[in-house]
């Protein structure tokens, strides 16, 4: 009987951020599961639970706090990894502590990378988000940074990025020796991405770098590989905490871990730094 109930709900319709209806797919949270870094016993365990919960209607946002939760009582730093996506989200509203946060991704990766740049065009001057640099190769990145889930950064980004990229490179031929060539642009986006974005891009030969493409280096493989964490990963920390942080300039864990004065300057106690350096301890791969 148990078994027929598991099918039945298996094929519920659930309820997407954008208010979309789509089948559920265990495909889909197994391998979301996995990504978080979830061995296989603890995904058929956190599977088996949710299954028989499943019923048509159901909004997704439930089901993944459902899946956290099970996760938070059996592995926490596996939940923590599980909640990665709602961590980079709340890195906002404004997107410059998206761009940080993604320039030392990149420089864990091996770049040598700067924030917030003024490089000459040909038509114009451009501010750009990340400047790169390896291999001899310049690269700039446009970092594309959404605070709410159900939105797509979708081709006209991906045509603007691209417009940039041009631009600097004509400059670069008129004035040459004056600024660096600029190789490669890229776009860096914490959403979803737009088949026309991704068919443009393709087209086009820009990079794009969204939350779950390409299948192999997307912004959740780049996170997880290089383990530099969000301070906003840390559950020891409430929004206030991370609001106040994030106003200062701190993005990461690793700059909590490094000096306790931005978290004395909230009015946190030694026990409660303790507490905190404690948790980027467990949940920070970095260290």
Same mark, same amino acid.
């Given at each position: 009987m148990m078994d027929m109930v598991k099918e039945r709900n298996a094929v519920?319709?659930?309820?997407?951020?954008?208010?979309?209806?789509?089948?559920?797919?265990?495909?889909?949270?197994?391998?979301?599961?996995?990504? #978080?870094?979830?061995?296989?016993e603890t995904? @058929?365990?956190?599977?088996? !639970? %949710?299954?028989? $919960?499943?019923?048509?209607?159901?909004?997704?946002?439930?089901?993944?706090?459902?899946?956290?939760?099970?996760?938070?009582?059996?592995k926490y730093p596996v939940a923590i990894c599980y909640s990665l996506r709602k961590a980079v989200m709340e890195l906002g509203p404004s997107g410059f502590p998206f761009e940080k946060y993604v320039a030392e991704v990149l420089r864990r990766k091996g770049y040598r990378?700067?924030?917030?740049?003024?490089?000459?065009?040909?038509?114009? #001057?451009?501010?750009?988000?990340?400047?790169? @640099?390896?291999?001899?190769r !310049? %690269?700039?990145? $446009?970092?594309?940074?959404?605070?709410?889930?159900?939105?797509?950064?979708?081709?006209k980004v991906a045509l603007y990025v691209h417009a940039r990229f041009l631009d600097l490179q004509k400059g670069h031929d008129v004035k040459e020796g004056a600024v660096p060539k600029i190789h490669e642009g890229w776009l860096i986006t914490n959403t979803k991405l737009t088949l026309d974005a991704i068919q443009y891009a393709q087209c086009a030969g820009?990079?794009?770098?969204?939350?779950?493409?390409?299948?192999?280096?997307?912004?959740?493989?780049?996170?997880?590989?290089?383990?530099?964490?969000?301070?906003?990963?840390?559950?020891?920390?409430?929004?206030?905490?991370?609001n106040s942080l994030l106003e200062q300039g701190i993005v990461m864990c690793r700059d909590l871990k490094n000096s306790p004065a931005p978290l004395k300057s909230i009015g946190f106690s030694d026990e409660q730094i303790k507490n905190v350096v404690d948790e980027i301890d467990k949940v920070c791969k970095e260290f």
């Open positions: 519920a319709w659930v309820i997407k951020s954008t208010g979309e209806r789509e089948r559920f797919s265990l495909t889909k949270l197994r391998r979301s599961l996995e990504r #978080s870094g979830a061995d296989k995904i @058929e365990m956190v599977v088996s !639970h %949710i299954i028989p $919960e499943l019923h048509d209607g159901m909004k997704t946002s439930a089901i993944y706090k459902h899946a956290y939760s099970i996760l938070k009582k059996s990378a700067q924030t917030g740049v003024i490089l000459p065009g040909f038509c114009v #001057s451009h501010e750009v988000d990340v400047l790169m @640099e390896k291999d001899n !310049h %690269i700039f990145a $446009e970092c594309k940074f959404h605070n709410q889930q159900g939105i797509k950064t979708d081709v820009l990079t794009i770098i969204g939350w779950d493409y390409p299948e192999q280096g997307n912004l959740q493989d780049l996170i997880l590989e290089t383990g530099v964490h969000p301070l906003t990963f840390l559950s020891t920390l409430s929004q206030s905490d991370k």
